[in-house]
């Protein structure tokens, strides 16, 4: 008899796959199935970070002014400390400078002007108005306000007379105001008259309130050269050499209302541009600056206003700085190639004429090293100054001859950047963002790229008509550089990369911002300011007492083309109180020997995590289309989750998201559980 044995094939077992240590950062150098199980294919607004991957960080509203937006384009912020350790914040916008009220938390004008009424004291009042200072300021200690019963009709509110005034060399009104309820542009006025009480027997110009959201302050500066019907004088402001009176005006019966107003000044704006960028230096404990349009000018803390730099009427600068004992300036007007310096000791207190001609001040041209190239900027590197131009970089070294102080000489041909802001001193290296490349320069003969991974992607999403304004941020604390670039479609900068210094690792995200400094934080965080004070001790994601969160520690401001400035901070997981979207991809995973791929069954996929929620999707085509996503609900501590899958592919991605307001991720470990599709049989 014959008997037949049945034969029991074995079972194949889930092979499993661990990645643990994501840290390397964005690479695309080579296709994504070929990257470290470390790195990402594509991300944005995530960090690489202590072998995890973690949602960016956000940042804050600074100022109140999302409220009370700036002037125009934020364009700098400067720290401005004077030697006995006094510190100001400086904010400069294409049209304006502020100082920033560490008391009341707002950006004061200091602009170039003439202070016409400051509003510290009462005004006279017409029938059915009174008035009152309040705390309630913009500047200095008070504010004034007018109280309108609803007797009052029309005209004239308040004024206020003043001594002569000559106003017609400004070319700008600018002004504080609020109102307690809504009106439209040209309701209210403000009057500049030659006669007393706000008088219209003379020359005399009003000049039209914009549109005012109730109870919201709103900054105004208006040009002087174009005043409301009306007025008389025939040209403006060639014809307001002596106000005598200022005035608040209605037109037309508004009803009862409040309106509050803060320090009447004539100023002469900036003229910055969004091409131009803000140089400065603190010396003699003056803050000077130039913000690439002549003239220089300098403030000195006490003064209401900043001022024209005596000497330097007709000066102004890409870059500049201290050495030698000189001030320095680099590229000035109609002079591309030229770096100019005062006499030793820098400027005088006062500033003279003379500190820019007496023996010791002068200048050069670089011609004879940079041939037709142009200077962009100048940093100081050790104990030279590394002036680089679009197409090369050379050395300025101080040789202690009073007559010729310097000398300079080419060390990189060849080799330049696109932008006046195209460099972070790093201290005692550079970052340099290239036509085609990013590098690391410490001074020598060569460049070295630190690029390798990212280039391909940035210099295929920039905007090469607008490479010009991209610029970079140094942020020591962390030991990073990121690089703000306006994407294809975009004037100004709206995306940015972010280089880790230490890991050697790139990241990327979209924020809009066009200026930037750094600050000193005014007081430390408390558990409410920390978290909002919304969430419990377990629900935390972050170091509440964290020294980066402690008085004094240091913050990064960034402002925009709106006039807002943020405070870019580790314990806020928004922006400006928008949600972050921030996402990563893992790599493409295949299996099989060397490089052959074969069709395998994705069975799971497991991952470690903590947070608020976390969406996870994959993806079977590299990335093209992806599968509707799962949502995780994590928790304080590393916790394990699952995904199972039952998908056949070559190939498989996965991604990591959370687009939720005030919410974040981290992640530092995940495996895949997989059976080869040959091999597969019931589990």
């Not at 079972?11 to 695309?28: A, M, P």
């Not at 005598?244 to 004539?266: N, Q, R």
């Not at 629900?539 to 980066?548: K, T």
Request: aromatic content about 10%; some cysteine; proline content about 3%.
């Amino acid at each position: 008899m014959i008997t037949t044995q049945t034969k029991t094939i074995p079972k194949r077992r889930r092979t499993y796959y661990s990645v643990v240590g994501i840290d390397e950062g964005l690479d695309y150098s080579v296709p994504s199935t070929m990257i470290t199980d470390q790195s990402s294919p594509s991300c944005s607004d995530v960090l690489f970070r202590n072998k995890m991957i973690k949602k960016a960080f956000g940042a804050n509203v600074f100022a109140q002014t999302d409220t009370t937006p700036l002037s125009s384009q934020v364009t700098a912020l400067n720290v401005y400390t004077k030697n006995n350790e006094t510190e100001v914040l400086v904010c400069h916008t294409l049209d304006d400078v502020y100082k920033y009220n560490t008391t009341l938390d707002v950006f004061e004008c200091i602009t170039e002007g003439l202070v016409v009424e400051d509003a510290e004291d009462v005004w006279v009042t017409s029938a059915n108005v009174t008035v009152a200072t309040t705390l309630s300021a913009r500047k200095g200690d008070n504010a004034l306000e007018f109280t309108l019963a609803s007797a009052f009709t029309n005209g004239i509110v308040a004024y206020e007379d003043v001594t002569a005034k000559d106003v017609s060399t400004y070319d700008h009104l600018h002004f504080y105001i609020k109102s307690s309820i809504d009106t439209t542009v040209g309701q209210l006025r403000i009057r500049l008259s030659e006669a007393t009480g706000g008088g219209v027997g003379v020359t005399y110009a009003d000049y039209d309130v914009p549109a005012l959201v109730a109870d919201i302050w709103k900054e105004v500066s208006v040009a002087l050269l174009s005043p409301a019907a009306g007025s008389v004088g025939g040209t403006f402001p060639s014809d307001l050499n002596a106000v005598l009176s200022v005035a608040l005006l209605t037109v037309g019966d508004l009803g009862a209302m409040v309106v509050t107003l803060d320090d009447i000044m004539t100023t002469k704006i900036e003229l910055g541009t969004e091409d131009e960028v803000v140089s400065y230096a603190i010396i003699n404990d003056y803050y000077i600056y130039s913000t690439g349009v002549f003239p220089i000018k300098y403030w000195d803390m006490s003064s209401s206003n900043v001022k024209v730099l005596t000497g330097a009427e007709s000066l102004s600068a890409n870059a500049m700085l201290l050495m030698g004992e000189r001030l320095c300036l680099y590229r000035l007007p109609n002079c591309p190639r030229r770096v100019k310096w005062t006499v030793a000791g820098g400027v005088s207190i006062p500033p003279a004429a003379t500190d820019w001609t007496d023996t010791g001040s002068g200048d050069t041209d670089l011609d004879s090293i940079f041939g037709a190239d142009v200077i962009q900027t100048a940093a100081k590197l050790g104990a030279y100054v590394v002036v680089y131009g679009k197409n090369n970089i050379a050395l300025q070294e101080y040789v202690n001859d009073v007559n010729n102080p310097f000398s300079f000489f080419i060390r990189v041909p060849g080799v330049g950047t696109p932008s006046k802001r195209g460099v972070a001193n790093a201290g005692n290296f550079h970052v340099v963002l290239g036509w085609s490349d990013i590098y690391r320069y410490e001074g020598g003969t060569e460049v070295v790229s630190i690029g390798e991974k990212v280039r391909d992607e940035l210099f295929s999403i920039i905007n090469p008509s607008y490479i010009h304004r991209s610029f970079l941020v140094y942020i020591q604390e962390r030991d990073e550089v990121r690089i703000y670039i306006p994407l294809v479609g975009s004037e100004l900068p709206n995306a940015y990369f972010t280089y880790d210094v230490r890991r050697k690792s790139w990241t990327r995200g979209l924020s809009s911002y066009t200026g930037y400094g750094a600050w000193l934080k005014n007081e430390s965080e408390t558990w409410h300011s920390f978290m909002g004070g919304t969430v419990t001790w377990e629900e935390a994601i972050g170091r509440w007492n964290d020294s980066l969160l402690a008085v004094d520690a240091p913050s990064i401001l960034l402002g925009n083309s709106s006039g807002i400035v943020y405070e870019d901070l580790e314990d806020t997981q928004n922006r400006g109180g928008v949600a972050i979207d921030g996402w990563c991809d893992t790599k493409d995973y295949v299996a099989g020997q060397g490089y052959r791929r074969e069709s395998t069954n994705w069975m799971e996929f497991n991952f470690e995590a903590l947070g608020h929620t976390l969406e996870l999707s994959y993806s079977l085509d590299l990335g093209a289309t992806w599968s509707t996503p799962v949502s995780f609900t994590l928790n304080s501590v590393w916790t394990r989750y699952s995904l199972d899958l039952a998908v056949t592919s070559p190939q498989i991605r996965f991604r990591f998201r959370n687009a939720t307001l005030g919410q974040s991720f981290s992640v530092r470990q995940f495996e895949l559980g997989f059976i080869s599709a040959t091999d597969r049989e019931t589990e």
